[in-house]
C-alpha cells in the first residue's frame, strides 16, 4: 500500500507512506528471528504476522485486537500510548472515536472531567528502540520523514490463549461470544493455511 506524493517529484512519489506483509518479501522473512521464543509466547501464538512500515504518516489513534511489538529500523517515530485498562473509558469502546483525529476536544473534556485522569504516554522512538503493546491498547504512531521504516509483529493467539487481563481483546470476547471467537480462530487457520499452500493473501486484520 502506498500514497503518492506528488510535491516530492517522481523519485519519492511511490515511496511516500506505505506497508508491506514481509511473507510477500520472502528472502527478508527468512532472516527475521521467532520472535515469540524470546518473548515468552511460543506456547500462545498460532501465528504471528510481520509488516514493514515506511515514510511519513500522521497516523491515527485506534486499537488492535491483537497484541504486538513495534521496532524502529530507520529514521524516527512518534507513539501516544494508553493502557489497555483505560482503552473503554477513553473511547467509550469506539475503536476509532473522534474519526481517529487525535484527543478528546476540550468539549468533550468538559462534558466529561474524567478524561483528564487518563495516563497517557508519549514515546520517541529511534533505530533500535522498540515498545510492545497489549491487545486493546489506544495508540497512534506519527512519522514525519522519508527514512522512516519500521518492523512490527501481531500475534494471533492459539484457542483461548493470550487472555491475560480482563482488558484484553480475546478475554472480553470469551465473555460476549465464545461461538464468535471459535469462528475468528478458524478463519486465522483458514487464512494461514491460505497462504502456506497458495501464496495467496487475504487481509485478516479488524
Known sequence: QASSAPHLGPA????????VHTRRLPTFHRRLPEIEEP???RDDVLR???MLWFGPTPGGFHYDEEANV???LSGESFAFLVPQNFTDVMT???????????????????????LREIPIFFLHLRPGDAVTLQGRAYHRFMA???DRVSLNWFFIPRWRRMEYTPADWYSKEAQRSL???????LWARTLSRLWDETGRGIIYMG
Open 179 to 185: 461461538p464468535r471467537l471459535a469462528l475468528r480462530q
Open 144 to 146: 514525519q520523514t522519508q
Open 39 to 41: 518473548l515468552g509466547l
Open 92 to 114: 467509550g469502546s469506539n475503536r476509532h472515536p473522534w474519526g481517529s483525529a487525535g484527543l478528546p476536544s476540550r468539549k468533550a473534556i468538559e462534558q466529561d472531567p474524567g
Open 48 to 50: 504471528s504476522q510481520s
Open 70 to 72: 513495534y521496532i524502529q
Open 12 to 19: 519519492f512519489a511511490p515511496c511516500r507512506a506505505g506497508y
